[in-house]
């Protein structure tokens, strides 16, 4: 189908056969492609949202994904993760078709791949190095860079001592958030874990760079908030927070 339609400009693959099939991969998306007639053309995608499959970026796909601006990624597979169950089976084969979630963001650093809207899960370091990579904007005129981002850093089987430091990272003077602090206009975080991904004083000062947003949510800490009868004492300390 992707063969005979060279005008898409969205993907979203979300596969029906089991995760840890091959076949569950970009590649396969792109198994038949070019068209006949369209040998030098390949799809000019603005989006691509992929849920539970493998992806590697190499000459098969990336030639589509050149002009992409949004990415929504949801428990991709990596086959090199061996902590994760659906990873135990083929994995020779799931290597052929996939890279390390690492691995597929610094490929788009290293491609100059630079989307304006990003939804993921489990954030680790190469994605952390892909938001530090884009390239600093100067002299006058209108911003560009990443505009929305949305993060579920941590998908409950690595655990705390895995996500804090990614998010204590994530929120440093010279990190990831500061880099994007001028365009970003909606920020979104849901964390299974409160610690370093949660809103506090330890990352105030970063957030509070981050002038032009209008979306933002994020968990707070739950001992930072007093329980009892008075719940104007509740809000007061969420509003002082903010």
Known sequence: MVAKSPKLTS?????????EDPKCSLHQVFKYWPPMFKADAPLRLHH???NSCLVRLD????PHLRHLQSIHLQSVIDPYDDDR?????NAPQQREVGSSVDEFWR?????EIWLEEIKHEDVGEGFLDYLEAYPTMAGPGPETGLKSLTLNPDSGYRGPSYSNPMGRRFFSKQGPLIKHAKTLDELTIKSWYEGGWSFDMNNLRTLAMCANLKTFGMGIISGKIPYGEDSDDSK?????LL
């Open 11 to 19: 993907i979203h693959l979300f596969p029906l056969v089991l995760a």
């Open 48 to 50: 691509l949202s992929l």
């Open 59 to 62: 000459h098969i796909t990336l």
């Open 107 to 111: 490929t788009l650093a290293a491609e």
């Open 236 to 240: 007061n300390t969420v509003v002082r």
């Open 85 to 89: 169950r659906n990873n135990l089976n």
